[in-house]
């Protein structure tokens, strides 16, 4: 993603803050990525800040709260506390930090538009029927725009009239010094993982946002009217592999330096080559399988490696050992005769979601999804958000549930017998 300014001065290296990767989406969006809805967002330094922080408070609705609301070159909050009383805490620019806002809305104050992730969906039709859970206008990053480039996570992003309006029924208090603060809707939680986001990588505990940035711990359900306990000691500074739910769709923070660690799409096509050179084959078949090219990433193709997912062989596509009774849905592998599901594998193809370059020789299950064993360990511990209430473990490639004991299983190749 190249700003204007980038294009005109290509010698100017942009300073890069950190990316959002949405969970679900295996390198881009089913129908491709298109301006600002797209799998991944990168945050570059603004040629000029547009940050923002709080400064005058009025109370009540007088003439000069009702001025600053309809300012539509000011930024604010509005906290509606009854019908008679409004707070309206007026923001000021701030020439120390850029803000990013990332929300449903297709409006322009939005930067990165995210829609709510179907697990599995290979196509933007699947997603259109369900009800948002998303709001419009989400949440809002402020990134310091001088080193370390400390990036903070705010609740709600201001609307085309520069405004953030906390209804009646949202909760919202008056803070110890004299504040105001409140939840959204459905809220905005975030976690940071224990150990950065490496090979040691462990999860952290979910905690939600607020409008202010404060940190709580979580409602009973997402949109409680009671707000959890404050959280005194954590703070909503993103770090290398924090997690953002936005109640429909989750979101992981890399930071530039993370990245760089990380391995890149060209690594991954390095580890498909040396995988398919070595010619595994079928053990039924003895044809040679190959992987498919990362761009072919969702037709099954005839040399693909399909696995049984309770033992782990792997095989070429036959039709050996249907289980009738079980709706053909499983089989028994001809190696080991153990019963389960049998799964076209698919290379993870985003690079952001693996922890360590390890080669690919584990697949998560149910959907076949295959990477290193650290990136499919790690994963299969997120208790990650799902619908109002509940968290289940899912693919950070396809969004689906993990099943099984683990959640992923280790691959077992047959090599070319000659």
């Known amino acids: 993603m190249f700003s204007p300014d980038q294009e005109n001065h290509p010698s100017k290296v942009l300073v890069k803050y950190g990316e959002l ?4 989406y295996n390198g881009s969006l089913p129908n ?9 967002f990168a945050l570059f330094k603004r040629p000029k800040a547009n ?14 709260a009702a001025k600053a609301i309809s300012n539509k070159d000011q930024h604010s909050i509005s906290y509606t506390l009854s019908r008679v009383q409004t707070v309206v805490v007026e923001y000021t620019h701030d020439s120390n930090t850029d803000m990013f806002q990332i929300g449903r809305s297709t409006e322009s104050p939005i ?8 697990p599995g969906s290979q196509s933007n039709s699947d997603t259109q029927s369900v009800q948002s859970t998303i709001s419009r206008f989400a949440c809002r990053i402020i990134c310091e725009r001088n080193p370390p480039f400390t990036a903070r996570i705010y609740a709600a992003g201001f609307d085309s009239s520069k405004n ?19 939840l959204t809707t459905n809220g905005v939680l975030v976690m940071h993982p224990r150990n950065g986001f490496t090979e040691d990588s462990k999860p952290g505990v979910w905690r939600e946002i607020s409008v202010c940035g404060n940190v709580f711990s979580l409602r009973e359900t ?3 009217q009671q707000r959890g306990k404050m959280v005194e000691n954590e703070t909503n500074q993103l770090q ?3 997690l953002i739910d936005l109640c429909g769709a989750t979101l992981l923070w890399r930071t530039a330096e993370g990245l760089s660690r990380t391995p890149t799409v060209k690594h991954l096509e390095a580890l498909r080559q040396e995988i398919n050179a070595a010619r595994p084959q079928c053990p039924v078949g003895f044809n040679t399988l190959a992987f498919p090219s990362m761009k072919r990433k969702d037709v099954v193709d005839e040399k693909q490696p399909w696995v049984y997912l309770n033992c782990g062989h792997v095989h070429g596509y036959h039709n050996w050992g249907n289980k009738e009774e079980q709706d053909g ?12 599901p049998y799964v076209p594998l698919w290379l993870g193809c985003e690079a952001g979601f693996y922890v360590d370059a390890g080669s690919p020789t584990h697949a998560f299950s149910p959907c076949g999804h295959v990477c290193s064993e650290k990136t499919t360990a790690y994963w299969s511990q997120i208790p990650l958000p799902h619908g109002t209430h509940t968290f289940h473990a899912a693919c950070p490639f396809c969004a689906h549930q993990l099943s099984g004991e683990q959640g992923y299983i280790r691959l077992i190749f047959q090599g070319p017998l000659d």
Do not use: N, Y
């Open 111 to 118: 930067d990165f538009v995210v829609t709510d992730t179907v």
């Open 32 to 40: 491709g990525d298109r301006g600002r809805r797209k799998s991944r």
């Open 222 to 224: 997402r949109s409680a």
């Open 240 to 242: 290398d592999g924090s």
């Open 164 to 182: 953030i309006f906390l209804g009646e029924k949202a909760a919202k208090w008056k803070t110890s010094d004299g504040q105001m603060d409140g």
């Open 21 to 24: 990767i949405v969970l679900g």
């Open 329 to 340: 849905k499983d089989r028994e592998c001809p190696m080991c005769r153990s019963v389960g």
């Open 51 to 64: 940050g923002v922080k709080p400064s005058t408070v009025h109370i009540a609705c007088t003439p000069q």
